[in-house]
């Protein structure tokens, strides 16, 4: 089974540039979450579809981040514009499921984000 | 709020040392618990999990048991690899509501020959 997929894998911009990201999920899952990872620090999510739904969007930057997934499959997660602090990297995640509290997420290998 | 505490890395072992990765939560109600592994050049990967308290979490001869009366989930191998390098993070869901992980800040664990 294919794994989850994330482009580009790299890629650095200036500070107020804009900047998109690309996720595909598991093929059959419907939940799927993208998490943003600070050198040094643990994944902390920003958002959370169930399907094409917004289940949790708490701690989105929304002044700049914005995300969404046209007919539940994939996903796009943007920034405009970027500041030096969202250096990071941005991993996507999916579950089966309804994405219950016994699910595994499986993680794509992350794009790295380098702002300047 | 709600937060997950890992033992401080880097951790340095010889090959076929004993492994403790400590890991305590504080909240309410986590009904399960997560390990993550980050291996070198990888995404992060499930290394194991446990649902309910008393539960033991197993694979690639990692152990971990849910203790809810210490609310904790300590990681351990009895004999680790030069394989086993990478970065583990301990990862509670909130359940109820969005089943969001809060991953821990991650334990970076380098075996030596």
């Known amino acids: 089974e294919a794994g989850v997929a994330q482009s580009p894998r790299y890629k650095i911009i200036e500070k107020r540039q804009s900047v998109a990201f690309w996720c595909n999920p598991i093929?059959?899952?419907?939940?799927l979450y993208w998490y943003q990872q600070i050198l040094g620090q643990g994944p902390k999510l920003l958002i959370q579809?169930?399907?094409?739904?917004?289940?949790?969007d708490s701690q989105l930057p929304k002044d700049r981040f914005s995300a969404e997934r046209l007919k539940g499959v994939d996903s796009t997660l943007k920034i405009q514009p970027a500041k030096l602090e969202d250096s990071a990297v941005y991993l996507c995640?999916?579950?089966?499921?309804?994405?219950?509290?016994?699910?595994?997420?499986?993680f794509g290998p992350g794009t790295r984000l380098l702002v300047l | 709020g709600d937060s997950v505490t890992q033992m401080e890395g880097p951790v340095t072992l010889s090959e076929e040392a004993f492994l403790t990765i400590n890991c305590t939560y504080t909240?309410?109600?986590?009904?399960?618990l997560f390990w993550y592994v980050q291996y070198p050049g990888e995404g992060l990967q499930l290394l194991l999990k446990?649902?309910?308290?008393?539960d033991k979490g197993s694979n690639k001869g990692f152990e971990a048991t849910y203790r809810k009366e210490t609310t904790s989930f300590h990681l351990e191998k009895g004999s680790v690899q030069v394989s086993d390098s990478a970065v583990y993070f301990c990862?509670?869901?909130?359940?109820?509501?969005?089943?969001?992980?809060?991953f821990g800040k991650g334990t970076k664990l380098s075996v030596i020959p």
């Open positions: 990862a509670p869901i909130k359940g109820a509501g969005s089943y969001q992980l809060t």
């Open positions: 909240a309410t109600g986590y009904p399960s």
């Open positions: 093929s059959g899952h419907a939940t």
């Open positions: 995640a999916s579950s089966s499921m309804a994405g219950g509290y016994q699910e595994t997420q499986y």
């Open positions: 446990a649902t309910k308290a008393d």
């Open positions: 579809f169930q399907n094409n739904g917004v289940v949790d």
